[in-house]
């Protein structure tokens, strides 16, 4: 299905969200994929991902208290749906089933 | 923390052009906090270089992608749709006489035009029941006359349409019945129980292959209309004959000409629809009658010149209509011989029989398309007097409302939002006047039914085509209604409102006051138009003839019933309440019951041949109907020599050329054609001239009078008439009854009063007056509600100017006068546009008519002092509440 289909992207930015539980939004997401992989990551992406995700339903979001430090904004907080944790699941199985099928010798070349 | 940097306004600038607005929170949020951020990391150059970026990053990629779930900045759904209905039905209960006005008006007009409707989708979907009607034809034809005159019957000659099948492949079915004898006598059990029957239909056994024939019962009406001896009978009929009791296996005997024929009861259909051009009580296979088809050596069933049966065809789709035409001609040429000439065939599509006028011997009134547009204006007109009534008074109300306005755009309600709630408001009000139309409906269904002679049932409301029209009712009444109001009370400017410096200005004025006289404009015409219908038929009821018509009972004679008939009257008249007993042709007259005409000559003047009626009675037939002699003397029995003389009426004197004295003594040559073995024969007699009696409407007043011949031939008449004079009726007809059994052991005494048979003859004009006068009280009752509401909300606009005109002294009167002066206005000017436009619907109405009661300009004053009191009444009893009231209590409050 191509409407599900994880990016590699998606699926880090997902699995931020879930790390950081009640306190996923923009800026904590970004901070925390930069953090995990040590890629510098750009806001502007963060920001596509997260509502292609809530588009296909693995995200829902609500907004939270407006703050000073963002002048008055309020924040959009993310939090992984049912569907988003199932699409996750699946992404780490297909990776650990074709894990299992590759040889053990080219794993052991290098 | 120290002061801090602010973005770059030129980029925050560009994120709110170019963001989508879902978004813009969010994103103009988090990129606040990174650039925070940065500055402490980076400095601020590179912040804002950063920020920049992320503002063209964002711009990017969501400007014009909104998310699919909108969530808008206002209050969930499920809470604005409880805000609406919160505001909506507190400004209802606020203003109770204006929503209950609204909710009046709108609930009658719907349930009016609920009820128009369905009349006219009834009376257009005419025969459309029958299986392949839209390729189903009947066969009439034109013919001429000997005196020369064109005229159409719509009937045809037996054999026409069977030798056309025998030509033509693409016809596939033809079928012929025919309602010989009308109306026929029938009894079941003993001869005494006899019904006159008019519904007694003599058909082919192929009358299920053109026509629907349903069963209520069980059996096969195809089988049953191949036995001669069977008969099915309608639901109706056979609840009539049998009760309760199975009708299967009964017998019923026809009887007709001193012949009776025994049926058995073979099957029972359904009751033809109300939207059936023909509705048969009984049907039987016609060859059931063949002693009396062919009697006197001819065979009316199967004869090329009897036009005796209707004819249908039924073709193949798409078969070329010309084609059939050219080729009945063809079969009239080869066998109607020199009257091939004459004769043309027309083919009528079933569907069209129902709006088919000018043939002779139809089955039924004839629907009048005409009355149909008229009733369906009606309807619109009513309907939208009713949305006038919504718009007058949402409008007049909006100052009320206007502060709501002011105070909903101050916070931010855009335009469009404040429209949808004033449409929305419309539209609920809309749905529950709905629910109350239907409740209208539901009670007022017997009545119209009762009314119109058709049968709806509550089931018409869940057919498709009714739930489609109370949608489209609907949404149409809702938008028509709510609109103007919603546009205008969406145009407050909120400064003005609230400041209270609004002025509303003389348009929505001038747009009410249009409205009310368009209103008394529509109230005009209906009210006149439904005064001329009534005095027409008051006129109708009036006209000679039908003034004897309560005492008049109509007998009907058996074959050789004349020869007995002086004996009958010596016992008849024993009873002395019976005044007058008379025989001769039925009456009043209708084109069903064949023709009268003779053709005659008076030589002694000219050698014009003459084609006229003459009504064959007997010596008392000019007293018991009243006729008045202008010149000359009555026909008597003392004389011998009467019974070949002659009464003319004063038309036929007139058409001569010649005096009432001077047509005295003329004598008239009579011929008679009478067909005999297939061949005309011609007989000649003459006739003298011995009187002269006024004009006098023997058949319908929408014929001209026609010239008449009266004569005491008795040997031919098929009615008696017995005049009575009062007394106890039950108690006079049973002794006719027993006077009859004397004389006459072996026929039947059917009997009914002239009345009912006058009453059948204006049916079309009765009805549609009937249904006029309702629709006109509904109309008033519209536009009443409608000045009433106006009334009262212009006198509590004005309460205050009244308190301080009641303080300087003015008095009630004066504040009445002031108060009712403008819709006094308003309706003067209606009168100035409503009475030509009265006055031309009325003329062309007429023109269907002859005789024309007379209308004068006192009449269209009398009409419109009526309408001014009408106005008066409802705004005045208002205004007179305003202009009486305290000026204190009116004052006080401020």
């Keep these: 299905m191509k409407g599900t289909y994880l990016g590699e992207f998606e699926e880090i930015v997902l699995l931020a969200v879930g790390i950081l539980r009640d306190g996923a939004y923009g800026v904590s997401i970004r901070q925390e994929i930069e953090d995990q992989t040590g890629r510098n990551v750009n806001i502007g992406a963060v920001h596509t991902a997260l509502h292609r995700l809530e588009d296909k339903g693995y995200l829902s979001s609500q907004f939270g208290e407006a703050e000073e430090v963002r002048g008055g904004k309020r924040k959009r907080l993310f939090t992984l749906t049912a569907a988003g944790i199932k699409a996750l699941r699946e992404a780490q199985a297909i990776r650990k089933q074709m894990w299992s099928q590759l040889p053990k010798i080219l794993l052991q070349q290098n | ?894």
């Design chain 2, 1 to 894: 923390m120290a002061m801090k940097h602010t973005p770059p306004a030129l980029a925050k600038r560009l994120l709110q052009w170019f963001c989508h607005a879902e978004f813009i929170e969010e994103i103009e949020g988090d990129l606040y906090e990174l650039f925070q951020q940065r500055i402490e990391k980076e400095g601020l150059f590179k912040a804002r270089l950063h920020y920049y970026r992320d503002v063209l990053d964002a711009t990017n990629l969501y400007r014009s992608q909104p998310r699919k779930k909108s969530q808008n900045q206002t209050l969930p759904l499920r809470d604005r749709w409880k805000h609406f209905f919160t505001i909506a039905i507190r400004n209802m209960t606020r203003s109770r006489s204006s929503t209950a006005i609204n909710l009046c008006g709108l609930a009658v007009s719907l349930a009016s035009f609920l009820f128009i409707a369905l009349y006219i989708v009834d009376e257009t979907t005419y025969d459309t029941f029958h299986p392949d009607a839209a390729n189903t034809y009947r066969i009439s034809y034109s013919f001429k006359s000997f005196d020369g005159r064109e005229g159409k019957d719509s009937r045809a000659a037996g054999l026409w349409s069977v030798t056309l099948k025998e030509m033509m492949p693409e016809v596939k079915h033809v079928t012929r019945f025919s309602r010989f004898g009308w109306p026929g006598n029938v009894w079941t059990g003993s001869p005494d129980n006899v019904f006159v029957e008019q519904g007694f239909f003599w058909v082919d056994s192929t009358f299920t292959d053109i026509f629907s024939l349903p069963l209520a019962s069980i059996g096969n009406a195809r089988e049953v209309l191949r036995n001669p001896q069977e008969v099915i009978l309608s639901e109706t009929t056979a609840r009539r004959y049998f009760g309760d009791k199975d009708p299967i296996g009964q017998s019923i005997t026809y009887v007709r000409d001193g012949m009776s024929f025994a049926f058995t009861v073979g099957a029972v259909m359904k009751d033809f629809p109300s939207n059936a051009h023909f509705k048969p009580d009984f049907i039987a296979n016609c060859v059931a009658l063949n002693p009396l088809w062919k009697r006197n050596d001819e065979d009316r069933i199967n004869s090329w010149m009897d036009s005796f049966s209707y004819s249908f065809i039924n073709v193949e789709p798409g078969t070329d209509l010309e084609k059939v035409s050219k080729t009945l001609q063809q079969i009239f040429d080869q066998n109607l011989g020199e009257f091939a000439k004459t004769t043309h065939p027309i083919l009528i599509p079933l569907h069209d029989v129902h709006f088919t006028t000018g043939f002779l011997f139809e089955l039924d009134a004839p629907g009048d398309k005409t009355h149909l547009y008229i009733f369906g204006s009606i309807g619109l007109l009513i309907l939208a007097m009713a949305c006038i009534n919504y718009m007058n008074l949402a409008t007049a109300r909006s100052i009320r409302r206007s502060k709501e306005v002011g105070l909903r755009k101050t916070l931010g309600v855009s335009k469009a939002m404040l429209i949808t709630q004033f449409l929305g408001e419309s539209f609920l009000m809309t749905g529950i006047a709905m629910v109350l139309a239907m409740i209208l409906f539901a009670v007022f269904l017997s009545t119209f039914n009762m009314l119109t002679l058709k049968n709806f049932d509550l089931l018409v409301v869940g057919q498709n085509k009714t739930l489609y029209l109370l949608l489209v009712l609907f949404v149409t009444v809702g938008i028509l209604a709510g609109s103007y109001p919603a546009f205008y009370l969406s145009g407050f400017r909120p400064v003005e409102v609230l400041k209270g410096t609004l002025v509303t200005g003389r348009g929505p004025e001038n747009f009410r006051k249009g409205l009310v006289i368009l209103q008394i404009c529509i109230t005009l015409v209906l009210l006149t138009s439904t005064y001329v219908i009534q005095s027409q038929l008051s006129f109708i009821d009036h006209t000679r003839l039908s003034e004897h018509k309560d005492e008049v009972v109509t007998v009907r004679l058996g074959q050789n019933a004349p020869d007995k008939m002086a004996a009958y009257k010596q016992i008849a008249k024993q009873d002395p309440h019976v005044k007058e007993v008379s025989t001769g042709p039925h009456l009043p007259r209708r084109e069903t019951f064949g023709n009268l005409q003779h053709s005659m000559k008076f030589s002694a003047l000219s050698q014009t041949i003459y084609s006229w009626d003459q009504l064959d009675g007997d010596f008392d037939f000019s007293n018991l109907f009243g006729l008045e002699l202008v010149a000359g003397r009555s026909l008597s029995a003392d004389n011998p020599a009467d019974s070949s003389a002659i009464l003319l009426n004063e038309k036929a004197v007139k058409e001569l050329g010649t005096t009432p004295e001077k047509a005295l003594g003329l004598e008239a040559e009579v011929v008679t054609f009478f067909e005999k073995q297939g061949q005309m024969e011609r007989l000649v007699t003459r006739h003298k001239v011995i009187g002269v009696v006024k004009d006098f409407n023997f058949a319908s007043v929408r014929l001209p009078i026609a010239p008449v011949v009266i004569s005491a031939k008795s040997t031919v008449s098929e009615m008696m008439y017995v005049k009575l004079d009062g007394g106890n009726i039950p108690e006079v007809i049973q002794h006719l009854v027993k006077a009859w059994k004397q004389v006459y052991p072996a026929t039947p005494f059917q009997y009914w009063f002239m009345d009912e048979e006058f009453g059948r003859l204006y049916q079309t004009e009765r009805q549609m007056g009937q249904i006029f006068t309702y629709l006109a009280a509904v109309a008033i009752l519209i536009a009443c509600l409608g000045l009433f509401g106006l009334a009262s909300f212009t006198a509590e606009q004005k309460v205050k100017e009244i308190g301080i005109r009641k303080v300087m002294g003015a008095s009630t009167a004066q504040i009445l006068l002031l108060l009712t002066s403008r819709y006094i206005k308003l309706a003067a000017i209606s009168f100035l546009i409503g009475i030509p436009i009265a006055f031309i619907s009325i003329h062309f109405w007429m023109e269907t008519f002859v005789y024309k009661a007379t209308l004068g300009l006192g009449f269209y004053i009398v009409i419109c002092i009526l309408i001014l009191a009408i106005v008066l009444a409802t705004v005045g009893l208002e205004s007179l509440r305003a202009a009486r009231a305290n000026p204190s209590d009116s004052m006080r409050h401020e």
